[in-house]
T-cell receptor, first 114, second 111 residues
Framework: DAGVIQSPRHEVTEMGQEVTLRCKPISGHNSLFWYRQTMMRGLELLIY????????DSGMPEDRFSAKMPNASFSTLKIQPSEPRDSAVYFC????????????FGSGTRLTVV | GNSVTQMEGPVTLSEEAFLTINCTYT??????LFWYVQYPGEGLQLLLKATKADDKGSNKGFEATYRKETTSFHLEKGSVQVSDSAVYFCALLEYGNKLVFGAGTILRVKS
């Protein structure tokens, strides 16, 4: 298995532009999580999905952030418009319903907003 | 809410030294506890876990024991290697779905 695949690995964009981060979970995993990592705040859960349905989006910082999971093999996190304070590493993780402890993380997308 | 507190780093050790990274938690009930490791440019990898009080998780020479009396889950290794240099995160599993992480501790091992 290729693991959780995130793209792009690095993204540099100008303030005000729309940014879309992508995640492909492990096949058969039915939960998907988006985390953000910054020096100031550490790792924060933004949103998670069970069976493609958003369950808890209380960590989404503002309305500028949105996430979708149109099917079991794909999810996006969109920031529109982006701001310099959104610069961070964004991680996607997936988990199987049969192993509640088995989170697998992707390699992350490093976002820089200038 | 639930939270995890780790010792601040960086921790710098010589090869073959003994490692301890302290972790304490605040939670209602008895959450499952984890240590994750992050190598440069990579995602987090599960290092070990303990799902109930007094459980000991172990992997690759690392160990941690779930102590409910002291609400702690300290990570230990008897002899570190240069290849152990990474960032280590303590975490708890909240309500069965949400991983809550500590701030992370940078470990640097010198040869």
């Amino acid at each position: 298995d290729a693991g959780v695949i995130q793209s792009p690995r690095h993204e540099v964009t100008e303030m005000g532009q729309e940014v879309t981060l992508r995640c492909k979970p492990i096949s058969g995993h039915n939960s998907l999580f988006w985390y953000r990592q910054t020096m100031m705040r550490g790792l924060e859960l933004l949103i998670y999905f069970n069976n493609n349905v958003p369950i808890d989006d209380s960590g989404m910082p503002e309305d500028r952030f949105s996430a979708k999971m149109p099917n079991a093999s794909f999810s996006t996190l969109k920031i529109q418009p982006s701001e310099p304070r959104d610069s961070a590493v964004y991680f996607c993780a997936s988990r199987s319903g049969t192993d509640p402890y088995g989170y697998t993380f992707g390699s992350g997308t490093r976002l820089t907003v200038v | 809410g639930n939270s995890v507190t780790q010792m601040e780093g960086p921790v710098t050790l010589s090869e073959e030294a003994f490692l301890t990274i302290n972790c304490t938690y605040t939670a209602t009930g008895y959450p499952s506890l984890f240590w994750y490791v992050q190598y440069p440019g990579e995602g987090l990898q599960l290092l070990l876990k303990a799902t109930k009080a007094d459980d000991k998780g172990s992997n690759k020479g690392f160990e941690a024991t779930y102590r409910k009396e002291t609400t702690s889950f300290h990570l230990e290794k008897g002899s570190v290697q240069v290849s152990d240099s990474a960032v280590y995160f303590c975490a708890l599993l909240e309500y069965g779905n949400k991983l809550v992480f500590g701030a992370g501790t940078i470990l640097r091992v010198k040869s």
